[in-house]
């Protein structure tokens, strides 16, 4: 039979070691990139004669040096562009000409040279004296963001809270068996696991490939959060019963039975979770991909977390496998002299 | 739950039938139509990441107003908004600044509806009417203010109203108005008629006491930025105060579509500036029509592709699994749209979320009842067993969900973090459903195919069968289909 308690130190270090870098990432700033919704920014309005679709406007955007760009159609290729602050965009349009003032002029130029001729706000085509036509901008304007930069805070405090409810309902739920309240503990540090996981790594991409954070990652954590707990307690829930199946097993054996009994459900669970967010990535739309990087990072990190972390720091605790290490470690040469002979 | 754009989310090449249903009236004898008897189909309320809205701007009416913080009052502008729009908290609405204007952008709604719901400044005032030292009342005749009377006015709307004052408690003398009130809601007279019932604060029932006092056997009315409220008949709604009144009173004869409108609108309160609406267009998905329609075909695909997994790994329960949670995602939908709840990307996440916990719920279910059928139990006790024991893991682990949902909600909705408490509210409706898929349609379904017995070769249920004691011999041709345990 498999003994994945054996081993346990060997998982905590595999987990240290892929923590250890999105940690690092996350304590060098800017430790997550906000996305355009928490900022200010620029919004322009382009109106095309030809059809242009949004799909094609967004790589242009990108393509531009403005991927964080969102587009959104307003009628008859007619679109909002809300970008970051655009440099030297001034309020008012200039009559065509030659001269180019700054970005936004700069990136209305070339969607005109992309797309094609461009229609003013009444509808009629957008030409200088001599009626050729130009480049134009139905309105243009400097924004606020939408969303308060304190969601973030917010809602890790709201995590926070939700995590110590948790904490004290699993410690409640399990009172039949010995120690409960180590149950709730372990279960929460799982989660705190997943959860600096997900965004050391989205810290490491958005250093990386320029991922930002916007509402949809928050979405896409809460989501990964939500997974985790669910995971983990399913895996508590059969130590629980086989602890009052068999009270008379050691911890690590019964631990152990409980992994393997439940590894079946945890891998068809979160097999089914990748497979559809995997689907969902392949063929998807572009603009949910932060989401679903999310949730396909948390969702192994979830299962893996509930089985590798959680139900084994049990046993750890179980075993006084910390204060162990401790008088290993502090009365050094000694120690380690006895225990080796 | 059909959508009504089914060429959206379906293969094109069907003719799916689309449209709001069936209108079926129901028809008096005399012909008159009956309100509320139709079977017309609603259609879902989808955010504006997913199918986008009407976009307002708005521009803060500075005529009347002298001195103001400008960034302040578009800031509270703003938030009263949000709490016009978020009726149940989760409408997702966006508002930003644009210079020193509002752009606003309301999901699945018209420029109407929307100009109903924030085209109005909600400004309630408290008004009496205007009389002279002998206690005669201002009329308005012939265009000219003369006094007279209050036995002989015939029509209130003749006389002139005047913004009821009082004095604060630190002496100053202010009107009373929606703003020194802390809550409304709407309850029902003896007669079933809507009653408005509001309540002051601290500072408002100071004042109001004065008012009332004064005003015995004289009328007290109520307007609306600036119009008078009415009553049904289209009078105006002006009752005589009979008694002092502290902090709380009604407002009642209104009908209740009107009542309605306005316990939303003082609730969210009003704004600081009058507001005209400068520009207003249809705005297509923020996420982007293109990608929203390829991220449903690509949903549907996971959604088949896990059905045929979990047939062929769980077989015949895996495929009762698969009718159970279409049941449930039906249900689930039609909850969000009857609610109505908006359904954004984030709702959509949670919505998966507690897909997932479902069939989560039904994969526990058929482990327990594999490893029952393995050490020799018949497929009856093995089944009730196995919902049994998979019962306080189903138990827990939603109870955590749903603990999680409530703190959630409430910190979003202290916090105005909309996308954390829409994300919270969908995934309970979610939790709370699975709950009772699992227990009662998974189980009802089971008990219903094992009570047919071709369904009960074992071969449909479990791929390697051990007798007890005996691992190698060949599998039963029948599993027994009760008695022993």
């Known amino acids: ?341 | 739950m059909w959508p009504s754009e089914p060429w959206h989310y379906l293969p094109g090449a069907i003719p799916w039938p689309e449209g709001q249903g069936i209108k079926i009236p129901f028809v008096k004898f005399d012909g008159s139509e009956v309100r509320g008897g139709t079977l017309e189909r609603r259609a879902m309320t989808l955010g504006l990441d997913l199918k986008g809205g009407t976009r307002l701007v708005l521009e803060p009416d500075l005529t009347n107003t002298s001195d103001i913080d400008l960034d302040e009052a578009l800031d509270r502008a703003s938030e009263i908004i949000e709490r016009r729009i978020n009726e149940f908290g989760v409408a997702e609405s966006e508002i930003q600044r644009q210079g020193d204007r509002l752009a606003v952008q309301l999901p699945g709604i018209t420029a109407e509806e929307a100009m109903q719901k924030i085209g109005r400044t909600a400004l309630l005032e408290f008004r009496e009417l205007k009389t002279d030292a002998n206690g005669n009342v201002a009329v308005i005749q012939n265009g000219q203010e003369t006094y007279i009377p209050l036995s002989s006015l015939s029509n209130l709307e003749d006389a002139v109203w005047i913004t009821a004052e009082a004095t604060t408690r630190d002496g100053q003398t202010v009107p009373l108005t929606g703003k020194y009130l802390t809550d409304t809601f709407l309850s029902a007279d003896n007669a079933g008629l809507p009653v408005l019932q509001f309540r002051f604060n601290d500072e408002g029932g100071h004042l109001f006491e004065q008012i009332s006092g004064r005003l015995i056997g004289q009328p007290l009315a109520f307007f609306l930025d600036g119009e008078p409220i009415r009553d049904e008949n289209g009078q105006m709604n002006a009752p005589i105060v009979r008694a002092q009144i502290g902090k709380s009173g009604i407002i009642e004869n209104m009908s209740l579509d009107e009542a309605q409108l306005l316990v939303k609108l003082l609730k969210a309160g009003a704004f600081p500036v009058p507001l005209k609406v400068m520009q207003s267009e249809n705005v297509d998905a923020t996420l982007g029509q293109d990608s929203v329609q390829a991220s449903v075909i690509a949903g549907e695909t996971a959604m088949l592709v896990i059905m045929l997994f979990m047939v062929l790994y769980y077989r015949l329960p895996g495929l009762i699994a698969g009718v159970a949670l279409s049941v449930y995602a039906t249900i689930v939908l039609a909850v969000f749209k009857l609610w109505p709840v908006t359904l954004t990307l984030s709702g959509i996440a949670a919505f998966v979320l507690s897909v997932g916990m479902a069939v989560d719920a039904n994969i526990l279910i058929f482990e327990r009842m594999k490893e029952e059928l393995r050490i020799g139990r018949s497929l009856v006790v093995a089944m009730e067993e196995g919902f049994q024991r998979a019962w306080s893991s189903i138990r827990d682990s939603n109870v955590a969900t749903l603990i999680t949902c409530a703190i959630l909600f409430w910190f979003g909705d202290q916090f105005g973090a909309s996308v954390v408490k829409g994300f919270a509210l969908t995934l309970a409706i979610g939790v709370l459903i699975s709950m009772f898929s699992a227990i009662l349609v998974t189980r009802t379904f089971l008990r219903v195919v094992i009570s047919i017995p071709a369904a009960r070769r074992p071969v449909l249920w479990v791929s390697q069968l051990r007798t007890k004691g005996d691992s190698g011999s060949p599998e039963p041709a029948s599993l027994p289909s009760g008695g022993g345990s």
């Not at chain 1, 990136?107 to 001729?117: S, V």
């Not at chain 1, 307690?233 to 631990?255: A, F, K, T």
């Not at chain 1, 972390?309 to 290993?328: H, K």
């Open chain 1, 1 to 341: 039979m498999l003994d994945f308690v054996q081993k346990r130190n060997w998982y905590y270090l595999l987990s240290i070691l892929v923590l250890l870098p999105g940690v690092i990432s996350l304590i060098i700033p800017p430790s997550l990139k906000p996305g355009i919704e928490f900022s200010s920014g620029s919004m322009i309005e382009v109106s095309f004669q030809n059809s242009v679709k949004e799909a094609d406007l967004r790589t242009e955007m990108s393509s531009l040096g403005h991927p964080e760009a969102r587009v959104q159609g307003t009628g008859q290729n007619r679109f909002l562009v809300r970008t970051s602050v655009l440099e030297g965009s001034a309020e008012q349009t200039p009559e065509g000409g030659p001269q180019l003032l700054g970005e936004q002029q700069a990136i209305t130029q070339a969607l005109f040279n992309k797309f094609g001729p461009m229609l003013k706000d009444n509808g009629s085509l957008a030409a200088d004296a001599s009626g050729k036509p130009i480049a134009w901008t139905v309105q243009s304007s400097a924004v606020s963001g939408t969303v308060s930069r304190e969601i973030g805070r917010k809602s890790a405090l709201a995590v926070a809270a939700a995590s110590i409810a948790i904490l004290l309902y699993i410690s409640w739920a399990f009172r039949s068996i010995p120690n409960p309240f180590r149950c709730g503990i372990v279960a929460t540090i799982a989660t705190l696991h997943d959860v600096v996981l997900v965004m050391g790594a989205y810290s490491i991409l958005g250093k990386v490939f320029n991922m930002e954070v916007n509402t949809m990652f928050i979405t896409g954590l809460l989501t990964v959060i939500g997974f985790s707990v669910h995971d983990t307690i399913v895996v508590l829930d059969r130590v629980r019963e086989n602890r009052q199946r068999y009270p008379d097993l050691p911890l690590h054996e019964c631990v152990n039975n409980s992994i393997l009994q439940t590894l079946g459900r945890s891998i068809n669970t979160s097999f089914t979770v990748v497979l559809s967010v995997t689907a969902l990535l392949l063929i998807g739309g572009i603009t949910i991909r932060p989401f679903l990087v999310v949730m396909l990072i948390g969702t192994i990190t979830g299962t893996y977390s509930s089985i590798f972390v959680a139900s084994q720091l049990l046993v750890t605790w179980e075993e006084g496998d910390v204060p162990r290490l401790f008088r290993r470690i502090i009365p050094k040469r000694t120690r380690a002299a006895v225990e080796e002979g």
